[in-house]
């Protein structure tokens, strides 16, 4: 990384009296410079947790049948896999909770501090699941636990996405935000379809050693266990990642210390995000909003959507995301590269268009009952859910100001998950109930996607622009070079925004400027 501090003032800026920033030219070692190494080596540390929190959605999500006679024996089975469900709802009622403790603190600490706190919080969440006494050993009180282990992993994922997204939008390239920050989505589907496949493997092997009853009995503590040595992986991958080059140059020009509530570039508390970028939230809930609804109705709630309304077997409707899943974490990356191409906006309006063009037809084909209709029917719900997901780790935190990015990408995207994403299967099980349609599901995704496309109407296109608060990133000198020769034609600059004193405009000449 290329930096100069020598001519950066880092006095404190509390005593600031607000005013407009006015534009500032460019030099060469004010553009940062991080190497595509050094890009890849960061990402991997923050993929991993993502992978281990998917992991556990796709472990809960495709035993929730199992989960139900485990810990709701004696309830009537609509009932008991509505509690079992709630389980799920209910670890994303405290994600705004740990948004609102974990993402102010990302913004004050650091980054990769609370992103290590995280992991370790949900990797013992999700192993103590594994070893909960069930509902034949102490009644209905088996649920209270599970809830509350539950709930920690909700307060832990709180700052999970919401942290991560910021750290790998914070360590890409202007250039090429939307492919490297799509990569903390691929971890996620593919932690997601590990999950998947670990209960589809557990179930063939503990079947055929123990008979048809060994999920019951004992197999279905075998997936949350193995978070464990997993859990162990990611946090040796996180103790090892840097803090973000953005947050480094923020700290050090002292905005990361200094409040200054009258400027919304400063670091702000939960009052002061919600005064200054009220209407970023909504544009960001909406989209998450969009983005979760279809996420969680093709993963978490689909093995039981496929087990109690299509009719598939166990093992079918363990099995049948699991290759969709990895072919959507291939084509994730490259609806990134896309919107790096074309724009944010464009691509999130395809997927509003998709979804209200695919889903009943695919939920149609799914009625169908037929292996072959099943993964035609979920190949299809994933073509929306590819656009909306490629584009968001890049586009979300490119909403706020480097000094308060985490603490509102985190309110933000955790209250839209608890209210909309994480409800999803408890919704629309409630519904098909409630009308017996059991197109529901369908409908409540479409009905998101409709919000979704009209709030990215009213969203400032990030593509290829430096990051609100922060210096212009590239991967190379020469990039930097070429930047800042042609900062005067370049309508995706805004120095108004970028966090230290430059040399004024006039001061220097192009050559000495491209020379420094």
Known sequence: MVMSHSSRPTKNRTARAPKPRTPRRLRVDDVLV???????SAISGTVVGNFMEWFDFGIYGYLAVTMT??????????????????????????????????GPLGDRIGRQKVLFFTMAMMAAATALIGVLPTAAQIGLWAIVPLYLLKMIQGFSTGGEYAGAATYVAEFSSDRRRGFWSSLLDLGSYVGFAAGAATVAVTTLITESIS???????????????????????????????????AYELAEGAGE?????????????????????????????????????????ALTSYMPAYLENTVGASNLMAAMATVPVLLVLAVCIPLVGRLSDRVGRKPVYLAASVATLVIM???????????????????ALNAIPLALWVGPSASALPALFPTASRF??????????VSLFGGTTPLFSEWLIQLTGNAFMPAFYVMFFGVIGGLACLGMRESAGR??????????????????????DDNPLLDTSTMPLDLVPAGSASEGELARA
């Open 256 to 296: 990361t210390q200094a409040r200054d509530d009258a400027d919304p570039l400063a670091r702000h508390g939960i009052v002061g995000i919600a005064r200054h970028y009220w209407r970023q939230i909504l544009i960001a809930m909406a989209i998450v909003a969009a983005t979760n609804t279809s996420s969680y």
């Open 34 to 40: 991080v190497k595509r190494s050094r890009i890849r």
């Open 69 to 102: 006679a485990v810990f709701t024996e004696g309830l009537p089975r609509e009932a008991g896999l509505l509690v079992t469900l709630l389980g799920f709802a209910v670890s994303f009622l405290v994600r705004p909770l740990g948004g609102i403790v974990l």
């Open 211 to 245: 008979g048809p009853g060994a999920m019951l009995d004992y197999g279905w503590r075998i997936p949350f266990l193995l978070a464990l040595p997993l859990g162990i992986v990611a946090i040796w991958f996180r103790l090892r990642i840097p803090e973000t080059p």
């Open 407 to 416: 603490g509102a990408m985190a309110i933000a995207y955790n209250l839209s």
């Open 360 to 378: 009943v037809p695919a939920f149609a084909i799914m009625q169908i009952g037929q292996e072959w209709a099943i993964f035609i029917a979920l």
């Open 466 to 487: 430096p990051l609100v608060g922060s210096m212009p990133s590239v991967e190379s000198k020469e990039e930097a070079v070429v930047l800042v020769e042609g900062q």
